[in-house]
């Protein structure tokens, strides 16, 4: 038996077969071929086998995304026999003797080129189309199976590192738990399979290596541990954990329909993080009270091309229908740093992380905010929508997207096109500077939703997704604790509510800190919520005042004091009414 021991990224005890995952690019090069006959057969059968994949994928994500996305890939059977698409590369084997991969990659291209030039907005996004049909057909020329995300029953995945776009696409029906080699607890992918209550362990190192492919193995997710081929004495014990940790969630269990109240009455609100539609279950199984932060970005990279204004307002319409009238805070778009997908191309430099990203590339691509914008407005009168501006640094890029929003309901008002006219307009205070000019950006906000993974990265010099670097990751840093409390300060002393929404609003060592403080609202994983809302039936005031002293956020001979300070500890009533 081998016990590997990495970070704990989601909890959950698996067992299971580990099933590699390697990333390939496609190479095609021109070749010339004596026999373009064979070429034409072998495209002949990557249009049979393309065409059997779509079918099957349309059968499968009807279940998953509905019938109205899953046409997508009825759009991709269509492309892939477009009669023109098919003369053009056929003529390309037959008259440059070439392999048939060149050719329906230089087809594929010409037709790309013809089609992004067209006026029609509808027209032009199918380029992405023509592209992921083109990858579909070459990886069935060569011969290459699509190594990526098919999975047998009971896989655990195991790789270098998951990037988001590929951990969105995961099949949770087959992919039970992820490893990977490296990554951190707070990238996007550990983040998402949190959501999707995908067991999952990080940083495993050199140590799981593709020698144990297949091998029968159990993930602890709950302590970062990879046993493989485990001896009877581990699966027995791993099998009585499993049991006590279900009996520990009926015990949670129990906790829903309940509020979120301390013993001495301060309620506070808890919300879900949520990645899309798909998750909107977990949500509910949990008790949201409302989704604190939909990453809208994962619509983006599940998709093969920038999603349209009508995907989109029917994602967001589902989820504001789903939640009944409850809060929906949907962040706009936040892609660059981890989060790219393949079909922008964005030069960030050498540390995307601090170059273009998030708000940035909405600023520098207005029609791409305009189009989500719009989406977002159209389904708010499905529900009771709240929208979200990453990564702003001041008060004038706050000004900024409210007028881009403000300009798109001028927009719709001509249209004739209904919106609700009570949608929030929040602002994240994800960075330093925006922690510094909070008491600016509180006049120009709604509400505040403080983003601690990012925080917490520009603040202490750290990259999030360097696990190289975990020892130095310290989210109880005081600077850290201060920074939420002097964006707290400035929110109340303008009447504006706020929300933690980054990984620590799950570290129930801190929630006294975030009660003491006043936070309104804490958002966490779907899985996260209930075990969050024991912690806060379990505490007083006492606990709320010790921990700001414990926690260095004030000196301890404030402590006497804090509780006559106006943005002190704050009464249940005027929490739970504000907000
Ligand atoms: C954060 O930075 O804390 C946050 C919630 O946003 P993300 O993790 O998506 O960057
Ligand atoms: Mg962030």
Redesign the pocket.
């Known amino acids: 038996m081998e016990r590997i021991k990495g970070k704990a990224a989601a909890g959950g005890i698996i067992f299971g077969r580990l099933a590699f995952y390697r990333r390939d690019e496609q190479i095609v090069k021109k070749r010339r071929v004596a026999k373009p006959e064979i070429e034409l057969q072998k495209y002949e059968y990557a249009i049979k086998e393309s065409l059997e994949e779509l079918d099957a994928l349309y059968e499968r994500e009807i279940k998953n995304i509905g019938r109205d996305h899953a046409d997508i890939f009825m759009i991709h059977k269509m492309l892939i026999e477009d009669d023109d698409f098919v003369q053009r590369t056929r003529g390309i084997i037959t008259k440059e003797s070439c392999t048939a991969d060149y050719a329906v990659e230089i087809a594929a291209s010409q037709l790309a080129g013809e089609l992004g030039r067209a006026t029609d907005d509808y027209i032009r996004a199918r380029t992405a189309d023509v592209k992921d049909v083109s990858r579909r057909l070459i990886r069935h020329i060569q011969n290459t199976s699509e190594q990526q995300l098919i999975f047998a029953e009971n896989s655990i995945l195991c790789s270098f590192d998951l990037e988001p776009s590929e951990a969105v696409r995961l099949d949770k029906q087959k992919v039970k738990a992820i490893c990977t080699c490296y990554g951190t607890v707070?990238s996007?992918a550990a983040?998402l399979a949190r959501t999707r209550n995908i067991p999952a362990v990080v940083s495993l190192g050199k140590a799981l290596s593709e020698e144990f492919d297949g091998a029968e193995a159990i993930v602890d997710g709950y302590a970062g541990v990879l046993y493989i081929n485990p001896d009877s004495a581990t699966k027995r014990r791993m099998k009585e954990k499993r049991e006590e940790e279900g009996r520990k969630h009926e015990l949670l269990m129990r906790l829903r329909g309940r509020k979120n109240i301390t013993l001495d009455g301060t309620e506070i609100q808890v919300y879900a993080?949520i990645n899309g539609v798909i998750d909107l279950k977990y949500a509910e199984e949990n008790d949201a009270g409302g989704i604190g932060?939909l990453?809208s970005?994962f619509l983006y990279l599940k998709n093969d091309g920038f999603p349209d204004e009508e995907l989109q307002f029917y994602t967001y319409r589902r989820v504001l229908e789903k939640m009944q009238g409850k809060r929906v805070i949907i962040?706009t778009l936040?892609i660059g740093a981890d989060?790219s997908p393949d079909y922008f191309s964005n030069d960030s430099g050498e540390n995307p992380a601090m170059g273009v990203r998030s708000i940035r590339i909405c600023f520098e691509h207005p029609e791409i905010f305009r189009t989500q914008l719009r989406a977002l407005y159209r389904a708010s009168v499905y529900g009771r929508l709240a929208i979200l501006f990453?990564m702003i640094i001041d008060p004038e890029e706050a000004v900024l997207a409210k007028s881009m929003a403000k300009s798109v309901c001028e927009e719709l008002d001509a249209e004739g096109i209904p919106y609700s006219h009570n949608v929030e307009l929040g602002v994240?205070i994800?960075t330093p500077a925006a922690v510094m000019l909070s008491d600016e950006l509180a006049r120009e906000a709604d509400f505040f939703?403080?983003?601690?993974?990012?925080?917490e990265q520009y603040t202490l010099a750290l990259d999030r997704q360097n696990s190289m670097f975990d020892k130095y990751c310290r989210p109880h840093h005081k600077a850290l604790l201060r920074m939420i409390k002097v964006s707290a300060d400035s929110a109340h002393r303008h009447g504006k509510w706020i929300g933690v929404?980054?990984?620590i609003g799950a570290y129930t060592e801190l929630t006294e800190v975030f009660l003491a403080m006043g936070i309104d609202e804490i958002s966490v994983s779907p899985n996260q919520i209930l075990p969050l809302r024991r912690k806060i039936r379990s505490l007083t005031i006492a606990d709320r005042l010790d921990s700001l002293v414990k926690y260095g956020v004030i000196r301890p001979e404030q402590r006497d004091d804090y509780l006559s300070l106006s943005d002190g500890i704050r009464p249940a009533s005027k929490n739970a009414q504000k907000i």
Do not use: A, Q, W, Y
């Open positions: 707070n996007h983040i993080n932060l990453r970005e962040r936040d989060k990453p994240m994800e939703s403080v983003g601690t993974n990012d925080l929404c980054g990984e």
